[in-house]
DNA sequence: CAACATTAAAATACTCAGTCTCGCGAAGAC
DNA sequence: GTCTTCGCGAGACTGAGTATTTTAATGTTG
């Protein structure tokens, strides 16, 4: 514990230095001076320059895939929301971190590509998975695109607030909130696909009903259709 | 129009030894070669050596910026659906040049994250529009977020659905299919946060009503909420 | 202990993208 | 005619990323 890993220290070191004096003045060798190790070190544990910055961003990757194919059919809408608050989890872990590279990502064009192309990574697991999810259903190639857009754009949307606000309140409240947002949206367009497009389903219930019991009785039927 | 522009002699010098030899093996002192000029003149016209893949990229954008800007509050949904438009035809436009581009986008991760990167500038651009749009109303970043983000994915459904196919057919009818979908799902919503969480809205009818007549009184109503 | 094998790290050389500066030469401006 | 402008070429330079070789440390075995 006194002697931290090469790896941390040089990571350390690439964040010090792109805070101090900027990420394109900032060379690998002196990332690699400052950890105190040569520059072929640092492509032996880095790609690249970039990956400094985004360290374990294949782990989170891989944990993400294995919470997704760990369930069935019927918990595939608990295996997405649950792989979502993985992920928004591990920003909020390590919010000291979190905060300096968002900071450092907004200035930097490469690095602001670089994030892009790994959410996109992300959206294409869920994409994958919802895909297999629904197939056969009708339109279940555009609306695996579309859920999985929106996943991770609700995702996306509540981390950058979280940010932006310096990371003072726990996300999870609005996680919560926007991924329901997002399952509702979704869930509304079954009910008629499933019906078909040419055909009428019309509830009926005595006037006496109280907006309660309407209100569940929609519920249960939603629900009877996976 | 027997001497074509240096940057498209470029281009097409480009792409042709992208095709050839591979996109790592070919130099940007071999596309200036090819193009018969000085590898400073590459530089000059492109900013990288990717940037000679997606030359236009710029100009579509602005034009698609454009589209949005030419729009009040009663017109944004037509705004929306008309920019995609542009961008999906300028693909289809020039078909065998995107379907080429296509390919090799698919064999090179470094293309591929370029293109994801200019993607995202599009739904950023939606998202804008979108936002200022919904300024005021309930959740408005969350649903601008989400909109722009099934937007994107709509239209990236239906052109990587025709890319696939070889561009073999008139892709317009499936942007349709696709744009009225989320315009759907995203309308639906719009009836409950209207009316607020905890109210519910019971519509009735006398029994005898004809199924046309209610879904025509429901796309009544719903159409006369903004 | 000595000879050997394994492996992480250092050293070095190389390719090539991207930037910058300078100089040329040809097209117009006056 | 000279003078400016500007597109282009030439060449030097920085730095990322790759590949190869060399050195040093840590075992491992007889």
Redesign the pocket.
Known sequence: MGTPS?GHRLAEAAVALFDENGYD?????DI?ARA??????F???Y?????AIFPDHDTLLATVDARLRASTAGTAIVAVTDAVRIVLAHYVDDAEVSLRRYRLVGRVPALRDREIASVARYQRLFREFIGTWLAGTPDADLRAELMAASVVAAHNQVLRGWLRAGGMYDPSGPLDHALGYVIATFRHLEQPKEAGDDQVVVATFSRSTSPQAVMEAIQAHLSSRP
């Not at 003045?25 to 060798?29: A, I, K, L, Q, S």
């Not at 790609?47 to 990956?51: A, F, G, I, L, N």
């Open positions: 090469i003045e900032t060379t690998v060798d690699a105190g190790v040569s520059r072929s070190t492509f032996r544990y790609r690249s320059k970039e990956d």
